[in-house]
C-alpha cells in the first residue's frame, strides 16, 4: 500500500542525527501545487562535515524515467562506471542536468560537498527547454548549456543563499522564480499538457505514465502502433515498455520495503504479487535496474551509506528506512 500524499511544499528531513544511525542527513520537499506537474519532489542531501570514509562518499542511483537537475551549494562530484572498477571518474558540474536513464548509474562525492536534486517528469522537460529528450537520454550535461537563462539564474541564485545548511528559504526561493516561468512555458508549448497531465502522486510514477500513454494514444488517431511508440518515445524519452518497467520496479521496492518494515519478506511472494512471471524474473529485472540482486539491495538500503538514494524514494514513498531494533546492522543473509 502506498501512504497518502503529503501536502504541497511539505518537507521530510531524514534523521541527521550521527548517533542513532550512520547516514548523513536528507531533506525531501515536495512542489506546490502550481509546479505538481513539472516537479516530482526536491531533494537535498550533505556530507560536509559528517564523517564519512572514501567508500562511503558513493552514490547509487537506479534507472529512472525522470529527468533531473542537480545543483551543489558546495564540493563537487564525478559519475563512476558501474560496477566501480577503480578508474578516474567524470567531473560534474556545478548544475548538472541528466535526462532519462536507462540503467543504473554511480556518483562519488568530494568530502565537503552538498546540494539539492529535482526530478523532473520527461514531458515537462521539453516544456521548459523545447529541447528533445533523445539528447539528454542516459546522459550528463551542464545546465549552463541545456537551461533557459531564467532558469539557470533562479537556479544560480538559490545556490547562492549559504552553503550546506538544509535552508528552507532557499527552497521557497526557488519555487518563487520557477512558478512564473513554467507558467510562461506552458503558455508556449504545453498546449494540453494541463489537461492531460493528471495531477501526480509524489510516491509513485504509475499515474504519470498512464496519463502519457492515454495522451498519446488520443491525440494519435488513424497513426500506427510504430508511431504510437515513436510519439512516447519523443514525450519520455524511453518507451512505453520501458516505462512500464520502471513503474512495476517502483511497486516492487515498495512492497520490499513494507516487507522489511513488516518482517514477513517473502521474495517469490513480493515477485508475483507485483506482476514478474516468477522470482528469478523478478531478480533479473532488479539487476536491470539497480545493478544489485534483490538481497544485496535489501542489505544495502539497511546498512550502507552509498545507497542513501533508495532509503529516500522509501521516505518519499512513506516507509521510512533507518537503523533501529526493528532493522539491525547485520549482514547479508547470501
Not at 531533494?43 to 572514501?54: A, T, V, W
Not at 539528447?135 to 545546465?143: E, K, P, V, Y
Not at 552509498?306 to 547479508?332: D, Q
Request: glycine share 8%; aromatic share 10%; with cysteine.
Amino acid at each position: 500500500m502506498v501512504a497518502p500524499r503529503a501536502p504541497a511544499g511539505y518537507t521530510l528531513t531524514m534523521n541527521p542525527d550521527a548517533t542513532s544511525t550512520r547516514f548523513a542527513p536528507t531533506r525531501i520537499t515536495l512542489p506546490p501545487w502550481d509546479l505538481h506537474n513539472c516537479l516530482r519532489a526536491l531533494i537535498e542531501r550533505s556530507i560536509d562535515g559528517f564523517p564519512l570514509q572514501e567508500n562511503q562518499r558513493i552514490g547509487y542511483f537506479p534507472a529512472s524515467p525522470l529527468c533531473t537537475i542537480g545543483v551543489f551549494y558546495s564540493g563537487y562530484s564525478e559519475v563512476l562506471s558501474t560496477p566501480i572498477d577503480g578508474s578516474p571518474g567524470k567531473a560534474l558540474p556545478a548544475v548538472v542536468v541528466t535526462g532519462p536513464m536507462s540503467g543504473p548509474s554511480c556518483v562519488r562525492y568530494s568530502e565537503n560537498c552538498s546540494g539539492l536534486m529535482m526530478g523532473i517528469y520527461p514531458d515537462a522537460w521539453w516544456i521548459l527547454t523545447g529541447q528533445p529528450l533523445d539528447a539528454i537520454t542516459d546522459q550528463f550535461l551542464d545546465g549552463k548549456d541545456l537551461l533557459p537563462a531564467p532558469m539557470f539564474d533562479a537556479l544560480s541564485e538559490m545556490a547562492s543563499q549559504g552553503r550546506s545548511d538544509f535552508n528552507p528559504e532557499r527552497i521557497d526561493l526557488l519555487f518563487r522564480r520557477l512558478t512564473p516561468i513554467w507558467r510562461d512555458c506552458i503558455a508556449q508549448r504545453g498546449k494540453g499538457h494541463q489537461r492531460w497531465n493528471v495531477a501526480p502522486q509524489a510516491q509513485t510514477i504509475a499515474p504519470w505514465v498512464d496519463a502519457l500513454a492515454l495522451r498519446v494514444a488520443a491525440t494519435g488517431w488513424g497513426r500506427s502502433m510504430r508511431q504510437a511508440e515513436r510519439r512516447m518515445k519523443q514525450l519520455a524519452g524511453l518507451p512505453l515498455r520501458k516505462l512500464q518497467v520502471s513503474a512495476r520496479g517502483e511497486q516492487a521496492f515498495w512492497a520490499v520495503v513494507e516487507a522489511i518494515n513488516d518482517q514477513k519478506l517473502d521474495w517469490s511472494d513480493i515477485a508475483l504479487s507485483c506482476g514478474f512471471s516468477d522470482q528469478s524474473h523478478f531478480i533479473r529485472e532488479t539487476r536491470r535496474q539497480t545493478g544489485f540482486s534483490p538481497e544485496a539491495l535489501r542489505h544495502g538500503l539497511l546498512n550502507k551509506e552509498p545507497f542513501w538514494m533508495y532509503r529516500t524514494l522509501a521516505e518519499l514513498a512513506g516507509f521510512p528506512i533507518t537503523p533501529s531494533p526493528t532493522h539491525p546492522l547485520v549482514p547479508p543473509k547470501d
